[in-house]
């Protein structure tokens, strides 16, 4: 490790559905020494179980693939979509994505298909480093949005990325977390203690 040069803390923690014995979410890492690049991507099936599993561990693979050959954002995400079966009833994909691309420490790039936009914080406050989206053109995902961001790390930064699994938490009642509770359980936890590891604050969202 060089000096200056910030350690990178990844990590994941999952359970699943309740009579189930596979995850319907999967997470992908590949680091890549020669480049000093960083990548971690979550995927998550629709339903549960072996289907959820198999979809989503497709699409992790594919996104795992295609950043790494720098493929461009819309195209490597228009052909995982298009190599993915949709739901013929709510003609979407059957898998959503998060990937996250961190080269040298020093730049994050970071790629939300469909699912909630990661929580990014920096000294115990929410960050927003400035989200933007591009719509697909192809004919089978012509619409459908892709956000993105890329920025300056700091050490001490944290990127927190999670399913709707969390966010719709508590759906159907007054509870219900939705992308901001998460976010501010993610706020209070660090503020309490921000020294946590990655896979601590992983189990305790």
């Not at 493929?71 to 059957?94: F, G, Q, T």
């Not at 901001?180 to 992983?202: F, R």
């Amino acid at each position: 490790m060089k000096k200056n040069e910030i350690f990178v803390d990844i990590d994941h923690f999952q359970k699943s559905k309740n009579g189930q014995h596979s995850f319907g979410d999967v997470i992908s890492k590949k680091f890549i020494k020669e480049e000093n690049r960083k990548i971690a991507v979550l995927s998550d099936g629709m339903g549960s179980g072996i289907k959820a599993n198999v979809l989503a561990s497709l699409t992790a693979s594919m996104a795992v693939n295609f950043i790494t050959e720098h493929k461009d954002i819309s195209e490597a995400s228009e052909l995982i979509m298009n190599i993915l079966p949709e739901c013929s009833e709510r003609h979407v994909s059957y898998s959503t994505f998060v990937i996250i691309d961190i080269r040298n420490s020093e730049w994050a790039d970071i790629i939300v298909y469909d699912s909630p936009l990661p929580v990014i914080v920096r000294n115990s406050s929410a960050l927003d480093p400035g989200w933007s989206y591009i719509e697909l053109k192809g004919e089978k995902q012509k619409g459908k949005r892709i956000y993105s961001v890329s920025f300056k790390p700091k050490a001490g930064d944290r990127i927190i990325a999670f399913t709707d699994g969390i966010s719709q938490s508590g759906l159907g009642f007054s509870e219900e977390w939705e992308r901001k509770g998460a976010e501010e359980y993610i706020i209070k936890t660090l503020s309490a203690d921000p020294d946590l590891s990655a896979g601590v604050i992983a189990e305790k969202l």
